[in-house]
C-alpha cells in the first residue's frame, strides 16, 4: 500500500499563499486517486480537493473553490496542494489521501493516509 508524507505546513497571515506537497512511496502511485482533507480542532476531518489518477480531473470543495488547487506529478510520485488567499478558517491540520477511485471523497472511503502538517492562518 502506497505511503504518504506531508510537507509545507506553517504559521502565515491572512492573504498569504503556501503549497503543500505530499511525497508518496511504493510503485503504485499511479493506480490511486489523490486528495487532500484538513481537520481543525473539534471539528471532524473534512475533504478539500481530490484529483484523478491521471490528473486530468479534480474537484474541490465550496469552501476553498477558487483559492485552493489541487495537482500531481505521476512522474515524481507527488501531490501538491496550492492553496492561495488564506484565511483563519483555513487553519488546520491538513492530510494526504489515497483512494480507489475519484468518485465520492468521504474519509471511510480512503485506504491510506499520511501523518498531516499543521497549517495555522494568522488574521
Known amino acids: 500500500q502506497v505511503q504518504l508524507v506531508e510537507s509545507g505546513g506553517g504559521l502565515v497571515q491572512a492573504g498569504d499563499s503556501l503549497r503543500l506537497s505530499c511525497a508518496a512511496s511504493?510503485?503504485?502511485?499511479?493506480?490511486?486517486?489523490m486528495g487532500w482533507f484538513r481537520q481543525a480542532p473539534g471539528k471532524e476531518r473534512e475533504f478539500v480537493a481530490g484529483i484523478s489518477r491521471s490528473g486530468s480531473t479534480n474537484t474541490t470543495a465550496d469552501s476553498v473553490k477558487g483559492r485552493f488547487t489541487i495537482s500531481r506529478d505521476n512522474v515524481k510520485m507527488t501531490l501538491y496542494l496550492q492553496m492561495n488567499s488564506l484565511k483563519p478558517e483555513d487553519t488546520a491540520v491538513y492530510y494526504c489521501a489515497a483512494k480507489g477511485d475519484s468518485r465520492n471523497w468521504y474519509v471511510n472511503r480512503v485506504l491510506s493516509w499520511g501523518q498531516g502538517t499543521q497549517v495555522t492562518v494568522s488574521s
Open positions: 511504493g510503485p503504485t502511485f499511479i493506480n490511486y486517486a
